[in-house]
């Protein structure tokens, strides 16, 4: 079954650093997603993506937060400038019709 | 503003028992998913309900969708100790030209010996 890549699996960064979070989505999907979630707690949708712009975005996706989608088969998640706060599992995702199909997430830690 | 909300937060159960895990939203959906998650690990698809009265199961795994009442339950028959995990049920809405998950806040199952 096809599936959505994600990495690093982990990424410890230092509070105010930039990180980036890579995924590469089902080839033939058309949406794509970022999702988080904070250790214990329930999952939150963070944006959408289609057609080569943003979809949607939660409040949790501030200035610090930009995505892109650089070569037409990477879709990425930058954070500027991270918080402690930002420390969460993030899960890209992409959509067929039907169906959402979720990564494996990477864990990132601010320290 | 969608809320999903889900019952119990916390289950454990015997081996062998049947358990119901109850889904409630707050607005209209047509769509309504269920994960489980195990402990650090992704979202797995479990059933994608599509409209009210649809009925899916998998194993001892049943999920049913009432759009009227708003309403979603998962029923666990003869639980076994692999089912335990983390199950949460999603409702899709509309989100621009795209649309979007809203989680409920999960149901942490525990299946005993």
């Known amino acids: 079954e096809p599936e959505v890549t994600q990495t690093p699996s982990h990424q410890v960064t230092q509070m105010g650093q930039e990180v980036i979070l890579r995924c590469v989505p089902i080839s033939n999907h058309l949406y794509f997603y970022w999702y988080r979630q904070i250790l214990g707690q329930k999952v939150e949708f963070l944006v959408s993506?289609?057609?080569?712009?943003?979809?949607?975005k939660s409040e949790i996706f501030d200035d610090q937060f930009s995505v892109e989608r650089p070569d037409g088969s990477n879709f990425t998640l930058k954070i500027r400038s991270t918080k402690l706060e930002d420390s969460a599992m993030y899960f890209c995702a992409s959509k067929s019709n039907e169906k959402l199909f979720f990564g494996s997430g990477t864990q990132l830690s601010v320290l | 503003e969608l809320k999903v909300e889900q019952n119990p937060l916390f289950l454990s159960m015997q081996e062998g028992k049947n358990y119901t895990i109850y889904c409630n939203y707050s607005?209209?959906?047509?769509?309504l998913y269920w994960y489980r998650q195990d402990p650090g690990k992704s979202l797995e698809s479990l059933f994608v309900?599509?409209?009210?009265?649809a009925v899916k199961q998998e194993g001892r795994l049943m999920a049913s969708l009432d759009t009227k009442a708003r309403l979603s339950t998962l029923h666990i028959t003869a639980a076994v100790h692999d089912l335990s995990a983390t199950y949460f049920c999603a409702v899709e809405e509309k989100a621009g030209t795209a649309s979007k998950l809203t989680f409920g806040t999960g149901t942490r199952l525990q299946v005993t010996l």
């Open positions: 309900l599509l409209s009210n009265g």
């Open positions: 993506f289609y057609n080569n712009e943003i979809s949607e």
């Open positions: 607005t209209t959906s047509d769509r």
